[in-house]
């Protein structure tokens, strides 16, 4: 996500020990692999989608090969014509890569009450091999999608789903690519693909839910391929050498501004993760992965840079392993002071490389624990001495957009957050009362928060829902606290958030990295620290 100062001030006694820690290992397999390729969802479930080529391209579909028009005023359109199908909705309550994994979670997930089998995807070859993935699927099918969510809602306090949609066979649609000017079309079964070029994309949905959320034209390389989705729908891909896909998430997560070792560890962060979700992310999908926030944010060439392009050149190859795995190596643009535990945030088992930490001096640790409402109220009150508060170490022009994030506040009235909770959870509440917290994580995180309203109360639980319900564009964390004000009759008129941090706080924290950086880290140390127990290794 788009992020997503010397440290004078630290004792000497603290400077000492992180000079001289032992570098973490870096070993390098006998065999490395051939760089991997990737495919990229640029966008799908759509009707119809319009694009132009650089220059003169080639259209290869399974019954041709032609030539197509390039040139910036040559557009072309593909949609989905023909065809009718019935699907039916599932959620899916965990993706695991072993038979035995996934035997393990169905019978947790069974005690909990949710009967489930275990379904067996083949995919494409994942870079460690592997070529199987075992989805737990709850046993209930829904006709339509919001089927789907309402119950998804309503389990969410006991497991971490997603949405899968089971179709007919599409195979009688037809994919047909249209010269805008000349109305010329080209029809095939699918899917179509477009080499020899750049393309340009236009009006793709970027940020959505996100306060950066509109539409951009944007510009990839070859190959795009035009495809359905497992709708049905058009679904548009870019299929390209992982080092090449980097080089356009790293300008898209980390500015390239940032101290060149922020980027060299957002770089293997960011291999380590697309790695990590190929056969995972959108196992039901013709994709790898996606281009958005969901799995890392990929603009292509549209904003590429030539020191984010020499951070991908210089860590080639570069992955995260934990006991012989690919790493989970989730980032987020401010952790707040403290980073959180991975199941706290996406339920799941918890990964030992994914533990909160303080970001930063032992001294942070005197705070206590900051699941308990004193201590956390007291922790965001505080100017604390943590990587991520960038005034405290310097100035860095990159770093400047990062201080509204590091201590925050929003304000209610009662009729903003009536309006703005029923909006956004779909549910009227009448006068709020109270917002609760029920549950903190390691980072003062809300994980649950109970609103009391005069109507009835709604139960949120998972950070990321408290924030869409309590921001038209995603509050900035679940971190904070709330002060009621100017109370009438038991019910407040004014609601003061006080928050700390940008994100969901798993991983690595990269204002903090940049910090770390610029204090003479390198890449490994500042992985290191957030990804514990971690070893670098070089795959290809």
């Not at 393990?104 to 070529?131: C, V």
């Not at 249209?178 to 940020?207: A, E, F, Q, W, Y």
């Not at 998972?462 to 038209?472: D, N, T, V």
Request: one cysteine or more; aromatic letters at 8%; hydrophobic letters at 35%.
């Amino acid at each position: 996500m788009p992020m997503k100062r010397i440290l004078w001030g630290l004792p000497a006694c603290f400077w000492i020990i992180i000079q001289c820690a032992p570098p973490p290992p870096v070993s390098i397999p006998h065999r490395p692999r051939e760089e991997p390729a990737i495919r990229v969802g640029l966008t799908w479930g759509q009707t119809r989608v319009v694009f132009s080529l650089e220059k003169d391209g080639v259209l290869s579909t399974p019954e041709q090969n032609l030539a197509i028009r390039g040139g910036l005023n040559e557009k072309w359109a593909v949609s989905v014509s023909g065809g009718t199908s019935k699907d039916r909705y599932r959620l899916v309550a965990a993706s695991m890569s072993t038979r035995s994994g996934a035997e393990t979670m169905s019978r947790e997930i069974n005690q909990k009450g949710y009967s489930n089998f275990i379904q067996e995807i083949n995919h494409t070859e994942a870079p460690d091999g592997s070529k199987r993935l075992y989805r737990i699927v709850l046993s209930n099918t829904f006709s339509t999608h919001e089927e789907a969510r309402r119950v998804q809602e309503r389990v969410q306090r006991d497991l971490n789903t997603f949405i899968i949609q089971e179709g007919e066979n599409h195979s009688a649609e037809k994919l047909v690519m249209t010269h805008l000017s000349s109305g010329r079309t080209i029809t095939s079964k699918g899917p179509m693909t477009v080499s020899g070029t750049n393309v340009i994309i236009d009006n793709l949905d970027v940020g959505k839910g996100f306060h950066w959320q509109g539409r951009e034209t944007r510009v990839f390389p070859e190959k795009i391929i035009f495809t359905r989705d497992s709708r049905g729908m058009l679904a548009v891909i870019n299929r390209l050498p992982i080092e090449t896909y980097l080089k356009g998430v790293l300008p898209s997560e980390m500015p390239h501004g940032f101290p060149m070792e922020a980027l060299k560890a957002q770089a293997i962060a960011a291999r380590s993760e697309a790695l990590f979700k190929t056969g995972r992310a959108h196992s039901n999908e013709p994709f790898d992965i996606c281009a958005d926030v969901h799995c890392q944010v990929y603009s292509g060439l549209s904003r590429n840079h030539e020191k984010t392009d020499k951070a991908v050149l210089l860590t080639r190859g570069l992955v995260l392993f934990y006991d012989g795995s690919i790493c989970d190596a989730v980032y987020s643009a401010m952790c707040g002071g403290h980073t959180e535990n991975n199941e706290a945030v996406w339920g799941g088992k918890p990964q030992p490389y994914l533990r909160g930490v303080p970001d930063g001096p032992s001294r942070l640790r005197h705070y206590g624990s900051l699941a308990h409402e004193r201590n956390i109220r007291r922790w965001i009150d505080s100017e604390v001495s943590a990587f991520c508060n960038s005034p405290r170490y310097g100035s860095l022009p990159a770093l400047e957009y990062t201080k509204k994030y590091h201590r925050w506040e929003v304000q209610y009235d009662q009729k903003q957050l009536q309006t703005l909770i029923a909006r956004q959870t779909g549910q009227f509440l009448g006068d709020i009362q109270r917002l609760k917290v029920l549950k903190r994580g390691v980072s003062g995180r809300i994980l649950s928060l109970r609103i009391e309203g005069s109507r009835s109360s709604l139960v949120l639980n998972k950070e990321l829902s408290i924030r869409k319900a309590l921001s038209s564009n995603t509050l900035w964390s679940s971190c904070f606290y709330v002060t009621e004000k100017n109370i009438r009759g038991g019910i407040p008129q004014l609601f003061i958030l006080k928050g700390a941090g940008f994100g969901h706080g798993v991983g690595m924290c990269q204002t903090g990295a940049a910090i770390m950086a610029l204090n003479g880290k390198s890449f490994s140390a500042i992985l290191t620290h957030y990804y514990h127990g971690t070893r670098i290794r070089r795959m290809y």
